[in-house]
Structure formats: C-alpha cells, structure tokens
C-alpha cells in the first residue's frame, strides 16, 4: 500500500479530491433538482473522505481512517433529514425544483 | 464531562418519558434536569481536566461557555409549553431535539479533537434542521428547512474537508499536538488552506456577511420558537466555537488574516444594520440585527488571548436580551400567520409590561446604559482600542447609532400607535420568562465583574 501512494505521490490525490470537491461544489450552485443537489453535496463529502484515506495512509496513521466512519454516519443521518424535508416540500408542493423555494423574500 | 453525560441522558429520558405516558411533567422535568446539570456544570468550575484520549477538556472556557448554553437552553424549553400547545402530541420529540442540540452545543466549546469537534457541530445542525421544518404543512417552513439544509451541509462539508487539510498537514486530530506543530518553522500549505475553510464553514454557521445571505429567509420562514433558538444558541455556539478553535490551532494569527477579519466585521455590521432598516417583518429584522452582531462579536478574534471574558459577556449580555425580546414576540404573534410590526401597535397599552421588557430588550442590543449590551460594547471597544484598530472601533461606534434607528421604529410602534384589537389570555410562562431574562440582563449590567471575572 505504501509503495503504490509513493508511486503516485500525495499530490495527485490531493488535486483528485480537491476536483471531486468542486464539482460537487458547482453541483449545489447550479442545478435545480434537489436530488441532484443532494448527491453533489454527497460527493464534496466523499471526495473528503476519499483524502482522508489518503492522508491516513501517507502519515501511517489509522485515526484518519476512523475518522472516515464518523463523517459517513453523520452524512447519512444528514440526508435522512434532508429526504425527509424533501417528502414534505413535495406534498404541499408537488414537485421538487428548488427554483420554486423562493416564498421567502425581502 | 458529566454535563455531556447528563444532557445526552436527559434528552433519552424525555424520549422514555413519551412511551410511558407521561407527556405532562415533561418539560418541568427537563427543566428541573437542566437545572441540576447547571449545578454540575458550575461545579467543574476551576477545574482543568481531559476525557477520553483528550476528546474532551474541562476548563473554566468550556465550563462558562456551557452554563450559558444550558440557560439559554432552560428559557427556551419553558416557552415550549404554550408554543407547542397545538401539537401535544409531538412535546417530548420537540423537547429531546432540543436537549440533543444543547449536547451538541456543549461538545462544540469542550473539544479537544477535531472529530469531537465535527461531531457537536453536526448535531447541533441536525437538530436545527428538524426544528426548522418541523411545521411540516406550512410551506414557508418547509423551505426555510430546505434553505438551512442546504447551506448548512454545504458549510459542513468545507469544514470536513478543512479538518482533512489540517490532518494531513499535522498527522493527528488532537488540537494540543496540531498546535505544538504549527509552531514549528516548516509547515506545508494545506495546513493554512485548512484552517481557511474551516473557518469559511463556522462563518456560514454565524452568518457573517458575506455568508450571510441564507440568514434573512431562514429565520422568517421558521417557526418562531425555533427562530429564538438559532438567532440566540446556535449564533453564540458558533462564535465561541470559532473562537475556541482559532485560539487552539494557530495562537499567533498572522497580519493577513487580521485584516480579513476587519473587512468582515466592518462589512457583517454595515450590511446587517442597512438591511435591518427596511424590513416590516420582526423576524427578519431581528435575523439582519443579528448578522450585524455577529460583526461586532467578530471583532474578538483580533485578540484572541486576552477576550475570552469579553466574548462571553458580549454573548451573554447579546442571547439574553434575544431570549427577552423572542419571549415577548411569541405572545404576540401567536395565533397570527405573520410576524409584520403591525401585530405591535399600540402593545404598550394592551400589555404594558411585554412591551417594557421588549423595549428594555431592544435597547440592551442597540446599546443603552443600564442594560448589559451598552457595558458588553464598551469592553468590547476598549480592548479592540487597546489592540490599535481606531478605524474598526469608529465604524462600530456608527454602526451602534444606526441600530437604534430600527430597534427604535419597533418601540415606537408599541407606544405611538393605537391598538388594533384586544388581546385576551395571559400564558405565565411567556411572562416569566420574559421578566427573568430581563432582570438577568439588568443584573449583569449593573455588576459586569459577576461575569467577567468568571474567565
């Protein structure tokens, strides 16, 4: 394992995950369905966890990897409450365009 | 430690206390509970002592910080019971939610790893999530859930990955070895780039201008309760939490980053101010008068080894005041879809005492003597005088006479105009809770050293 990343070198992982992070970075500010919204804050969180393996490995340290667990848990128990607002915008509103959340203004 | 314990155990026992059918004693359960932690809480005052491999420090920091979050935490459960009184089925979800988030809350102020760090943060946002769209058939709050939501993992994920940026720079979590190493000559670029997005990702939580923009729609479409507790907890959590874990991993901030905090300050104050002139809605207002204390308590961070008391007074003096003036916008607005200035024309003869308090609470955040907010601005630009930012202090000292302006526009509603219809109903805990917060307030204002000296 360690010869692979001494192959490749941390770099290139860096500029993996810091890509991954901002697709999902112009995926949250430019569509419009909020699902796709979802899954682009998915892959900023993943894209983090994909580095934080990286590192873990690079330091030969198993806190990173832990660390990856607890990121995970709380990015599910965060999109369980996100579907769940999500349910509720779609009966009282019948779709799911975030373009159509714009009640609130000043 | 054992506040953490206590608080996690507290909101299991409210959960419990839903399956035996005892929806009733809930909340002066929870609040005698809180009331107990408290105790425990003070008690550890003093004491300097690390759990778990260092995951979490007991200091007076910690210690002070958390007795404020647990009063605040107290206030807010006692409005609970008339706010909540058309859903009494769902209390004992409403009450945990909110005991979890104070855990959260806690965790935030005592970590000493980023992973404890990471986690208090997201269950105070969780939390704050839920509470947002929880009148689940009103539109508006389903989009200010959505909103939250949102921008809130959106911030979440810049702060994981600075966490991972300062990991990979350090090789360790533990904020008391990250900045026995920042002190060291060599240090890669990640670790600077880290700390920037981390500290991108708790300003978005502070909603500091110019990540302010979610704030304003978030707060009006809440329902009211939870609008309190973000303007009032999560505002403060986040600021002590930035505060905290500025002053633990870099303890010299560098000359760049000192003029990125004064642009900021400058800009959350002005922006906040202006903005809160022109809006009808109390709510919203409120949000803008909060974005712009948010400016004034950035100030601190310039001098991160002498301010810790002048923070906690400031959040002090500031989350009272709020919990006063939220307290008597709750009466108000019950039963009515809307929070405009009209509901509070002509208060002050209908109830003249709501209306002394949310006057005595509006004048405490624009600044009037005798109230808490003048003292916490006077410490808070003497130190930043002191420090040698005039210009920063000037701009403050403006923006303070600007606030008036609309704080002001409020209080003269209530006195000037004449009453729309009659309000029948008098909800004691609404009252009460409106008069302690506003005597504490006073209190501390009359005798800042009772909270200055804590630190």
């Known amino acids: 394992m360690d010869s692979v990343l001494n192959q490749i070198g941390i770099e290139n992982y860096i500029f993996l995950s810091v890509a991954l992070f901002c697709i999902g970075v112009f995926g949250v500010l430019y569509r419009r369905n909020a699902i796709i919204v979802f899954m682009s804050i998915e892959i900023m969180l993943n894209a983090v966890n994909l580095l934080f393996v990286a590192f873990s490995t690079y330091h030969q340290d198993a806190q990173g990897q832990v660390f990856v667990f607890f990121s995970m848990a709380v990015a599910a128990a965060e999109v369980a409450v996100g579907l769940a607002i999500l349910v509720a915008i779609f009966r009282n509103l019948g779709s799911i365009d975030v373009a159509n959340l714009k009640n609130l203004k000043g | 430690m054992n506040t953490l314990i206590a608080i996690t155990g507290l909101g299991v026992l409210c959960l419990l206390f839903e399956i035996f059918n005892f929806r009733k004693g809930i909340i002066p359960f929870t609040i005698v509970g809180l009331l107990a932690t408290l105790a425990l809480t003070v008690n550890d005052y003093g004491t300097n002592a690390s759990f778990y491999n260092n995951m979490i420090v007991v200091n007076n920091f910690s210690v002070t910080f958390s007795s404020l979050f647990i009063v605040l935490t107290i206030f807010l459960v006692a409005l609970s019971h008339n706010f909540y009184e058309s859903h009494p089925t769902k209390i004992s979800d409403f009450i945990a939610i909110k005991i979890f988030m104070l855990s959260g809350a806690v965790a935030m102020v005592s970590f000493g790893n980023l992973a404890m760090f990471f986690l208090g943060i997201e269950i105070l946002s969780i939390a704050l999530y839920i509470l947002c769209a929880s009148d689940r058939l009103n539109l508006k709050s389903n989009e200010s859930g959505m909103k939250y939501f949102l921008m809130g993992s959106f911030a979440s994920g810049f702060i994981l990955f600075g966490i991972c940026l300062v990991y990979g720079a350090m090789g360790s979590f533990d904020v008391i070895e990250i900045s026995e190493l920042s ?152 039963n009515r879809d809307n929070e405009d200035i009209t509901n509070f024309h002509g208060l002050g003869k209908t109830n003249p005492l709501l209306a002394a308090v949310l006057t005595g609470a509006l004048l405490s955040m624009g600044g009037i003597p005798i109230f808490s907010g003048f003292f916490a601005k006077l410490f808070l630009f003497n130190q930043t005088i002191e420090a040698g930012y005039l210009v920063l202090v000037i701009v403050a000292v403006v923006n303070s006479i600007i606030s008036i302006g609309y704080y002001f526009k409020l209080i003269l509603a209530m006195y000037g105009k004449e009453p729309n219809e009659e309000k029948t109903g008098t909800p004691i805990l609404y009252y009460s809770v409106a008069v302690v917060a506003i005597v504490i307030n006073i209190v501390i204002g009359l005798f800042p050293s009772l909270v200055l000296d804590l630190m």
Not at chain 2, 199 to 224: C, N, Q, R, S
Not at chain 2, 280 to 309: D, E, P, Q, W, Y
């Open chain 2, 183 to 334: 002190r060291s000559a060599e240090l890669p670029d990640w670790f600077f780039i880290g700390i920037l997005l981390l500290t991108i990702g708790m300003l978005f939580k502070i909603a500091v201008v110019p990540f302010h923009f979610w704030a304003p729609d978030v707060y009006e479409g809440a329902p009211a309760l939870t609008t309190a507790t973000m303007s009032t907890l999560a505002k403060v959590v986040a600021m002590a939490t930035l505060f905290k874990l500025l002053s633990v991993l870099n303890a010299d901030i560098s000359e760049s980053f000192q003029i990125v905090i004064v642009v900021l300050s400058i800009a959350s104050m002005t922006v906040g101010n202006i903005m809160a002139l022109r809006q009808v809605n109390v709510k919203r207002m409120l949000a803008f008068s909060g974005i712009s204390h948010a400016g004034f308590m950035l100030m601190t961070l310039l001098t991160l080894t002498t301010s810790a008391s002048t923070l906690l007074y400031y959040a002090a003096a500031y989350s009272i005041s709020g919990i006063a003036a939220f307290a008597v916008i709750l009466y108000v607005c019950k």
